[in-house]
């Protein structure tokens, strides 16, 4: 059984950085896109950035595109979340995902119900 666990997380102000990382194992890491999802108090779970199984596709949410960066590293099994110029609105549990086919779109990618294996979820707050 796939395993994924975040870390990363933790309480900055507006306009700092932080990096999330997803360390996978369980599964064949490098075969599938990964996915990061983030789901605020009283709010739905929204897609946040994908990446296709080799790294050479990625995908943004409008909200966050410019600001954050996705990448892997199939050596070490590890998805990674760079968050710049952060906003309070960012503040949410941050998910990693991985999907369960090999299929890479924004549209394929940013849906949840294509992912199969989740993270426990790491928490980021945004201060003003």
């Known amino acids: 059984q796939a395993q994924l666990v975040e870390s990363g997380g933790g309480l900055v102000q507006a306009g700092d950085s932080l990096r999330l990382s997803c360390v996978v194992s369980?599964?064949?890491?490098?075969?599938?896109?990964m996915g990061w999802f983030r789901q605020a108090p009283g709010k739905e779970r929204e897609f946040v950035a994908a990446?296709?199984?080799?790294?050479?596709?990625?995908y943004y949410a409008d909200s966050v595109k410019g600001r954050f960066t996705i990448s892997r590293d199939n050596s070490k099994n590890t998805v990674t979340l760079q968050m710049n110029s952060l906003k309070p609105d960012d503040t949410a549990v941050y998910y990693c995902?991985?999907?369960?086919?090999?299929?890479?779109?924004?549209?394929?990618?940013?849906?949840?119900?294509?992912?199969?294996?989740w993270g426990q979820g790491t928490q980021v707050t945004v201060s003003s």
């Open positions: 369980g599964r064949t890491f490098s075969s599938y896109p």
């Open positions: 990446i296709s199984w080799s790294g050479g596709s990625t």
């Open positions: 995902a991985a999907a369960e086919s090999y299929s890479s779109s924004y549209y394929y990618l940013s849906n949840s119900y294509k992912y199969n294996s």
